[in-house]
């Protein structure tokens, strides 16, 4: 029996804050977090995901845990995640992020997977240290992530066998709307999403909407 899946990006999407903003401004980091952004701007965006966890050596798993938690939702998120769940859906979460906080956000939701960056940690602390590998397809226009979208959306889809819905905003995204069956952009924040959606939406009803006449 085939199963239907849709794949949700979570910084933007289905947070209303990007969480490396929100976690860089809990803990001072907001000054290198834009040079970072400045001075690797060019470089594949797996550089950029070393650099930004060797901010935060030595601290805490639960800080972070706690101020990821006070990320607000997007407004109808869990209106979307309902019309998914009847109508069989498996869902999953994808972020750039990392996935221990991923984690914390698909059980709040009652979801079925999360992937993200993997962290090593000593104890309860942070070394700064990524540990997951690179995984991208490398397709044309991609800027190299550790999380490759477009391999977890195919993987899915392979297992699964039936339709593949993508939901996302930013260029990480990018590369999951190009595999989808159904690609969703959410507020895009960039002409390239927009483009490579089938709609654009600003909101969780009109995505709701588009999908009823589909399924």
Same mark, same amino acid.
């Given at each position: 029996?085939?199963?239907?899946?849709?794949? !949700?990006?979570?910084?933007?999407?289905?947070?209303?804050?990007?969480?490396?903003?929100?976690?860089? #401004?809990?803990?001072?980091?907001?000054?290198? %977090?834009?040079?970072? @952004?400045?001075?690797?701007?060019?470089?594949?965006? $797996?550089?950029?995901?070393?650099?930004?966890? &060797?901010?935060?050596?030595?601290?805490?798993?639960?800080?972070? #845990?706690?101020?990821?938690?006070?990320?607000? !939702?997007?407004? /109808? %998120?869990?209106?979307?995640?309902?019309?998914?769940?009847?109508?069989?859906?498996?869902?999953?979460? &994808?972020?750039?992020?990392?996935?221990?906080?991923?984690?914390?956000?698909? #059980?709040?939701?009652?979801?079925?997977?999360? $992937?993200?960056?993997? %962290?090593?940690?000593?104890? @309860?602390?942070?070394?700064?240290?990524?540990?997951?590998?690179? /995984?991208? !397809?490398?397709?044309?226009?991609?800027? #190299?992530?550790?999380?490759?979208?477009?391999?977890?959306?195919?993987?899915?889809?392979?297992?699964?066998?039936?339709?593949?819905?993508?939901?996302?905003?930013?260029?990480?995204? $990018?590369?999951?709307?190009?595999?989808?069956?159904?690609?969703?952009? $959410?507020?895009?924040?960039?002409?390239?999403?927009?483009?490579?959606?089938?709609?654009?939406?600003?909101?969780?009803?009109?995505?709701?909407?588009?999908?009823?006449?589909?399924?």
């Amino acid at each position: 029996m085939k199963t239907d899946v849709a794949l !949700l990006d979570v910084d933007g999407t289905v947070l209303s804050k990007r969480s490396i903003d929100v976690l860089c #401004e809990r803990f001072g980091f907001i000054s290198e %977090l834009k040079r970072i @952004d400045l001075e690797f701007r060019n470089a594949p965006r $797996y550089v950029v995901t070393r650099k930004i966890a &060797a901010l935060f050596s030595g601290k805490k798993r639960r800080d972070l #845990e706690k101020t990821f938690d006070s990320i607000p !939702l997007n407004d /109808g %998120l869990y209106q979307f995640v309902s019309f998914l769940k009847d109508r069989g859906f498996v869902i999953a979460l &994808a972020t750039d992020g990392y996935k221990f906080l991923a984690d914390r956000l698909k #059980e709040r939701l009652q979801l079925d997977l999360a $992937y993200g960056n993997m %962290l090593q940690l000593n104890g @309860d602390s942070l070394t700064g240290n990524v540990l997951t590998m690179l /995984g991208c !397809l490398r397709i044309p226009d991609c800027k #190299e992530y550790f999380i490759c979208k477009l391999r977890l959306l195919k993987s899915l889809q392979g297992a699964l066998g039936g339709m593949s819905v993508a939901i996302g905003d930013s260029d990480s995204d $990018y590369c999951m709307l190009t595999g989808a069956d159904v690609a969703i952009a $959410y507020r895009p924040k960039t002409e390239k999403i927009r483009e490579q959606a089938d709609i654009v939406v600003e909101d969780f009803k009109e995505a709701i909407a588009f999908l009823k006449n589909m399924l």
